[in-house]
């Protein structure tokens, strides 16, 4: 059954997932786009938690997870989100659906190997700026794409206590950018459009720790490094006047974008398959992220970091009498310097995190929904601020493959 869901889950997601716009935040203007949560549901509903040797639940941050997982498990999962971006004088509402990942993990004796789609940054973004004075420039910006990931992953069991893994990632994805000017009261206008590939390879690795306190209580650990990488920009640039055929075509721009190393490290205590409380922190460098038609002299980056605290609870995970004692109840909190500074402003992001887990009946396989609420921006400095509120949808089927007959 697993089977026939992963076929129909990649042809769907081939279908939209390049497609989609991921994002309305005004600030996915900079750089490669909007970072996006590079986990699963299940973790994102902790504010990025994830520190516990889970078998049946797929870790795509830490590649060291793999090694633990019992069964084969499929995950895939989307967002819906509402987004209110407001100035000092001004507001207005987005919406989107977006795909968020899609993701296998195999358990092979003490190995354990994992690969997927993850969706690394997201650009989308409307910008008006109209001066009505005569002679006034009037503008407007549009952009959308991104960068995806394409990661295979390999964990390896050392001790029971005591996992590492690494994974090897190919980034890819194209950027477009659309830009209008035009003189109040001068018909004529013109256009420019950006439009840039990117693709590059990065290497991933981790380890996980667990080990006892006392009968029931757990102590676990995670660390996990991501090493410095660059991605290969080839762009082209067309400007028009008034739509004109003869069009002005510049010459193919090749330059060199890095994506920063990151380190990110978690720890959390609690009772297995009952409760968990725990933390993770991450540092980014800066890299250099800026291409050669979205720098700006009142832009500067610096270091990413964020903190984050959640956990789960488990009112009774064997039980056979009630249906609601048997689901996961999640909670988070988190902040996160985006390292972006506009206007000598650092743009944060902090946000709660709620969600459920709902296992199927008969089976490992669970349903889990989210709720990410918070705030990004400031209206300081002339700057926005963008009030969100995500809903978040996964499956996560649990399947035995590679049973070996027991019969002839």
């Not at 899609?102 to 994992?114: D, E, R, S, T």
């Not at 690795?205 to 660059?230: C, R, V």
């Not at 297995?272 to 250099?288: M, Y």
């Not at 605290?309 to 310097?337: D, H």
Request: glycine fraction near 12%; hydrophobic fraction near 35%; charge should be positive.
């Amino acid at each position: 059954m697993i089977k026939k869901i992963i076929i129909s889950a990649c042809l769907l997601i081939s279908f939209v997932s390049f497609a989609q716009q991921g994002t309305s935040s005004p600030y996915s203007f900079y750089g490669i786009g909007e970072s996006r949560f590079k986990g699963t549901l299940e973790n994102r509903s902790m504010g990025g938690v994830s520190v516990e040797q889970d078998s049946i639940h797929l870790n795509i941050e830490n590649p060291a997870s793999y090694a633990s997982l019992g069964q084969t498990t499929f995950t895939v999962g989307g967002t819906f989100a509402t987004n209110n971006i407001k100035s000092d004088t001004e507001s207005s509402k987005a919406q989107r659906s977006t795909f968020d990942y899609l993701a296998l993990g195999i358990p092979m004796g003490k190995f354990g190997a994992g690969f997927g789609l993850v969706p690394l940054s997201s650009v989308g973004y409307k910008i008006t700026d109209l001066d009505p004075a005569q002679g006034g420039i009037n503008s407007r910006l549009e952009g959308k794409g991104g960068v995806n990931k394409v990661f295979l992953g390999l964990g390896y069991k050392i001790t029971p206590k005591w996992n590492i893994g690494a994974d090897v990632q190919y980034n890819f994805g194209k950027i477009s950018t659309t830009t209008i000017e035009a003189v109040t009261d001068v018909l004529s206008a013109s256009r420019e459009i950006n439009a840039s590939e990117l693709s590059g390879v990065n290497f991933n690795i981790g380890t996980m720790y667990q080990t006892k306190i006392d009968k029931k209580l757990n102590l676990y650990t995670s660390l996990n490094y991501t090493f410095a990488s660059t991605l290969r920009s080839n762009s082209t640039r067309v400007i028009e006047v008034d739509g004109d055929p003869d069009a002005i075509t510049g010459d193919p721009v090749e330059n060199t974008l890095k994506l920063p190393n990151r380190i990110s490290f978690g720890a959390g205590v609690g009772e297995a398959r009952k409760w968990l409380v725990g933390t993770t922190v991450a540092f980014q460098g800066t890299g250099k992220l800026e291409n050669y038609y979205n720098t700006s002299s009142n832009v500067r980056y610096e270091n990413y970091s964020k903190y984050a605290v959640g956990g789960y609870y488990i009112p009774n995970y064997s039980s056979f009498s009630s249906y609601l004692s048997r689901i996961t109840y999640r909670a988070g909190l988190k902040f996160e310097k985006t390292g972006l500074v506009v206007n000598n402003e650092s743009i944060n992001d902090v946000g709660m995190t709620l969600g459920a887990g709902f296992p199927i009946t008969g089976t490992f396989s669970n349903v889990n929904f989210g709720i990410e609420f918070g705030k990004k921006g400031t209206t300081s400095a002339g700057l926005v601020q963008e009030n969100y509120l995500n809903f978040s949808l996964s499956f996560s089927f649990n399947d035995k493959w590679f049973v070996k007959s027991k019969f002839n």
